[in-house]
């Protein structure tokens, strides 16, 4: 490994972190906190979990080729050389995140709203790699363990850094926000995600996002939907602080807004304007949602300095991501004409539902296909949920979607109020839908699953991904 690739010192580790460790020459390369994705070179940080403990690992990290375990106690039958033993495990990783945070010169950008957070962090890690060494959160490492963990990774000399944050409740952003210190951030969007954690009040849910205002300095840069009803309370708590706002969206006075879109099952083709410079660029991801988001994303590298005509260019290489999206093609038994899978397993609210219809919607089945939507239910909803469920059925009927099947005891308000010939099936689990589904798909059809993480529809999808080797049974039989 090279020396330019250090993260952490034993030297710095031991200051961030306040803790003891007999060995005070080694050097880190990254930090970890579960061992089957640890890297040679590795901290291992061994956090408490409401299931586990990671002291019960730290043998394993250290086998795994760790440098060293963060523990709070001594491990039996680990060198005690290995061990930097702090007070509290996660507050020595927070100590981590602040200090890589105290330490560096990058650009820092966090990224919060309801809906498409993972996606637009995924494409400003696109957008400025193109442009300097980048740090971004991995997956949707975006509470209370995953945003320090990211920060704690962070290299001193990162030029870009992009930070998620997420909450199902109120005052969970504002210590991220506090230890990220943002100098752009993005809300993305303000949905009734999590409200029932908020009394089913919106007015909770634009507090809670607006937390992550609380970590930034004066004169700091914020960017907002301008599409929003919520923009002006937003756009005010934001100025309240002496941060300047600028907005995206389709308002053709937003700071960055459409000139011209065309949107197909394969992506779209944009021109754009972002503060006065036009851009023209390719996505492949479709959905008019993901447009937008993409110009918070340039107007975050505009306002970063960076150079946006770059950042489009490294767009057009941005592909949908497992959960969220993802399509895949799976042999149906006849070559020329497969199934194709719409992966939107990871999670669901009522906005991201209709938009992933819209999706459906510009995927053309293949010969003798149809177009299916499998769905499980959107949690944490509130007292509205049952209805927010039903209201699915016209989205669906738009989107001209052939046939539908649902898990879920609110998703059963759905079933309900589709037409006699939409329904496929409904049942209490995704386990169950996982064993019928694939049985009823044909050559050509295109089948979309989704539905919160809680539903658990990643059965549905592993389902649909074996059916090729069912396929070969069959045939076999």
Known sequence: MNKSEVIWTAKDAIKATDGVCENQDWSAYGVSIDTRSLNEG????????????????????IKAGAVVAIVDHHVEGVDASRLLIVRDTLEAMENLGRAARARSAGKIIGVTGSVGKTGTKEMLSTAFSAQGQTHASIKSYNNHWGVPLTLSGMHAGTDYGVFEMGMNHANEITPLSQMVQPEIAIITTIAPVHIEHFDNNIEGIIEAKAEIF????????????????????????????????????????????????????????????????????????????????????LLAVKLAGADIQVAAKALAKQEPIIGRGKRELIDSGVKENPITLIDESYNA????????????????????????????DMLELGSDGPKMHADLALPLKACNVDLVYTCGKDMKKLYEQLPANQRGAHKDTSQELAQIVPDVLVPGDVVMVKGSLGSKMGLVVEALRALPNKLISKKEI
């Open 42 to 61: 590795d901290i291992f940080v061994a956090l408490k979990g409401d299931a586990s403990d990671g002291h019960e690992y730290v043998a394993s990290a």
């Open 214 to 297: 609380n970590g930034m300095s004066e004169g700091a840069q914020v960017v907002l939907n301008k599409d929003l009803e919520s923009f002006e309370v937003l756009k005010q708590k934001a100025e309240n602080k002496n941060l300047k706002v600028y907005g995206f969206g389709e308002d053709d006075n937003a700071d960055a807004t459409v000139i011209d879109c065309l949107e197909a099952a394969n992506g779209s083709r944009v021109k754009a304007s972002i503060l006065g410079e036009e851009v023209s660029y390719n996505l492949q991801i479709a959905g008019r949602h993901i447009v937008c988001n993409s110009l918070a994303v």
């Open 349 to 376: 609210s009522p906005l991201a539902m209709n938009a992933a219809f819209k999706v459906l919607a510009l995927v053309d089945p293949g010969r003798g296909g149809r177009r299916i939507a499998v769905l499980g």
